[in-house]
């Protein structure tokens, strides 16, 4: 989906190094949420995002942090508290409650 | 807790063959229940969805099933092809967090030509 570009598309992080993913979109939506996916596991919650300035905890929100200060911008900063970062990141949006999420193309994170 | 149970976790079909996919949810207030497909190393896309005020809905060879009353819905995939093979994950919507998604654990379909 073009509307939701996530960059970037691959990163390596240091010991001790917080390192921040980058989700924009232009397709209007107020929603926006990012997820962590493991290999061979599905989607899991981090943040997420009704509305401008405003933004609640998922499920494993620990070592992670974002903000929402643009309509289309939600970026995600994952802490040197996050001891297993190690995953594939994606961003999703949508219009509203009850109505799809779309997700953009992903970021791989590693450890060096 | 919030739940969505997918099973199986995998699955293997013969082309030209049915597959179906289900999934059992926790919150009985649950309303809205999309079905996405994942590619290895790419994006989930939406394949299909369904409102609790519908009991089947269809598109080709895709179909959604919802039965509220055993809170569990399927995915049928019928006359499978060798592109319908990826990972899908069925997701159901909690009435705590507005417009959250809760992700069954996914199904690998493998699609043998």
């Known amino acids: 989906d073009g509307g939701i570009t996530q960059s970037p598309k691959y990163l390596f992080r240091k010991e001790g190094q917080n390192v921040t993913l980058s989700c924009e979109q232009n397709l209007n939506h107020d929603a926006m949420y990012w997820y962590r996916q493991d290999p061979g596991q599905g989607l899991r919650l981090i943040y997420y995002?009704?509305?401008?300035?405003?933004?609640q905890k998922g499920d494993i929100a620990e070592g992670y942090s974002v903000s929402r200060e643009k309509k289309e911008s939600f970026p995600l900063t994952v802490t040197s508290a996050q001891k297993n970062p190690t995953a594939f990141y994606l961003c999703?949006?949508?219009?509203?409650?009850?109505?799809?999420?779309?997700f953009g193309d992903g970021t791989r994170l590693s450890i060096l | 807790g919030e739940n969505v149970e997918q099973h199986p976790s995998t699955l293997s079909v013969q082309e030209g063959d049915s597959a179906v996919i289900k999934c059992t949810y926790s919150?009985?207030?649950?309303?809205?229940f999309p079905w996405y497909k994942q590619e290895l190393g790419k994006r989930p896309q939406l394949i299909i969805d369904?409102?609790?005020?519908?009991g089947e809905k269809k598109d080709q060879r895709i179909a959604v099933t919802l039965n509220k009353t055993a809170k569990h819905f399927s995915l049928h995939i019928t006359e499978t092809q060798p592109e319908d093979s990826a990972v899908y994950f069925c997701a159901a919507s909690p009435t705590s967090g507005y417009n959250k998604l809760i992700f069954g654990a996914g199904t690998r379909l493998a699609v043998h030509p």
């Open positions: 369904i409102r609790s005020n519908v």
């Open positions: 919150d009985s207030a649950s309303n809205y």
């Open positions: 995002s009704q509305i401008v300035n405003d933004f």
């Open positions: 999703a949006s949508s219009p509203g409650a009850n109505q799809p999420q779309h």
